[in-house]
């Protein structure tokens, strides 16, 4: 438990370095919450740590992240007791809270945004009977799932406010008419008429963002693949001659549903890269949509090439730029 405690307190630490204050915080500067990025808090006393029942729950929050190309979790878990979250947790970004006692007269569900620090998520099943709290965690699952993934995205999104790009953001809204917030360590790969590439390259990884405007077409998934690899392949030229990335076809990729950011109605798409003539690859998330007069789509695509690393956190790093639409 110590060594829980010591790493939480690394990773408050930095994040608390790495943010500096805007003008316009959206989320209290002294009450922001804490925890790594994909982390979780499961709090459930030591009496209940049964192997079927940590199986039951892991199985839900572990689940593998969809369309990347390696197995890693939705969530990485810190467990501790109801004690030790009281304690030293209680800022945490995510906690699943599971409260046994004999003497409550039924079960309940709560699912609360911000109750100690901002954003936060904490789920409290409280009953009276072991079996019927998992049967109630179940029921709820995907809203959890949802929820703490959607909290992930806003905390980024918040750290990238406050460490934003704003000749990007004003580029942006001149060429596209959309409003998004860039981190500052974006900078332009390339620029077009209908087309702008912003890139965050490291000595191990790259992050990329793709937003393009293309004539009008029906928002399927077969017409948003194609546009996107005539973008690429006319836009993006890969690391040996003649290489470019296109959407890797892959059976049941991509992942696709219609989705709403902000006022935007459009489709997502999440799914995986190849590289024509070349080995490179990764995930990648997109949405389009059709501009209010109808006569344009947009797409912001983000993707990841991280060869040697996990791949999860880069990848909800660009989903939340790209979330950023307003």
Known sequence: ?????????????????????????????????????????LAIDTAYW????????????????PAINQIQPMFD???????????????HRNIVQFDYNPNYGGNQYELKENP?????????????NQDSCLALFLQHKDEIIQAMYDNDIARLQNAHRNLNNPALEKKIKQKFGISMTIPEHYMVGREEPDFLWL???????????????????????PKVVEERNRITKAYIQGAVQGAYPIVADLEGLPLSQEYKIHYHDGIELRGLWASVRDKMGGPFYSFTMLTPDQDSCITIDGFVYAPQEEKRDYLREVESIVKSLK
């Open 116 to 128: 100690y620090s901002s954003p936060q998520i904490q789920v409290v099943i409280r009953g009276n």
């Open 199 to 221: 890139l965050y390259r490291t000595p191990k990884n790259d992050r990329f963002i793709m937003i393009y405007k293309s004539e009008a077409y029906p928002l399927t998934v």
């Open 1 to 41: 438990m110590k060594n829980i405690v010591y790493i939480l307190l690394v990773a408050v630490a930095l994040v608390f370095g790495a943010c500096k204050k805007s003008s316009t915080p959206a989320f209290k500067s002294n009450n922001f919450s804490n925890g790594k990025a994909g982390e979780m808090i």
């Open 77 to 91: 878990v810190l467990q501790c007791s109801n004690k030790d979250l009281l304690a030293s947790f209680m800022r």
């Open 50 to 65: 049964t192997p079927a029942t940590i199986r039951c729950i892991y199985e839900v929050i572990q689940q593998p992240q």
